[in-house]
């Protein structure tokens, strides 16, 4: 389990990063435009990942954030600002995967609730937010087959023989193959 969280980390930073890519070439009004899905724009869709990400990376880090992470629901009104701020999350993901264990893996973690303070097992809380990040990444991609950007491919990251299509973008984000694949047990 802790090697396929390690490996969805990796996957996060580098989906986040090719649909961050592809909406760092939208005009500002197609970025904010209103569309149908959840949220009422890219824009808003991006930043509810970006916020919800901080809040239970902060509540896997132990740290303290709860909910002062949503006071502001869109804190970044331009890609170009968004961007680096998701990627640092992503990269604090990937450390918290990195250095789990078995007992940190089903360690009670803490999430403040707006009504009550709620212990789940890092596994569970690490598979919610895997299931959170895709469901509404794939919100986005949907809201940009509707501009003159052509949504990214993010569903062939596990194949090995697609290695090759990811390469630069690996280089890119200063990562490499025998670090997402490779076992640290």
Not at 97 to 111: E, F, M, P, S
Not at 143 to 156: F, K, N
Request: proline letters at 4%.
């Amino acid at each position: 389990m802790i090697e396929y969280f390690r490996q969805q980390a990796y996957c996060n930073l580098w989906s986040n990063h090719r649909l961050l890519k592809a909406c760092a070439r939208l005009p500002e009004n197609a970025f904010q435009a209103r569309r149908s899905s959840f949220f009422p724009s890219i824009h808003a869709t991006l930043n509810h990942i970006l916020i919800v990400d901080a809040y239970y990376i902060d509540a896997l880090e132990g740290g303290t954030l709860g909910q002062r992470a949503f006071d502001d629901e869109r804190p970044y009104s331009r890609v170009d600002t968004l961007w680096p701020a998701q990627e640092t999350l992503d990269r604090r993901l990937i450390a918290i995967c990195n250095a789990l264990d078995d007992a940190q893996l089903t360690a009670d973690i803490a999430l403040e609730r707006a009504d009550r303070r709620q212990l789940e097992p890092a596994h569970r809380v690490l598979a919610h937010l895997f299931v959170h990040q895709t469901h509404h990444r794939g919100q986005v991609h949907a809201m940009l087959s509707e501009t003159d950007v052509a949504p990214p491919q993010l569903d062939e990251f596990f194949m090995r023989e697609e290695a090759p299509l990811r390469r630069e973008e690996f280089a890119t984000l200063g990562i490499s193959e025998a670090q997402v694949w490779s076992s640290r047990r």
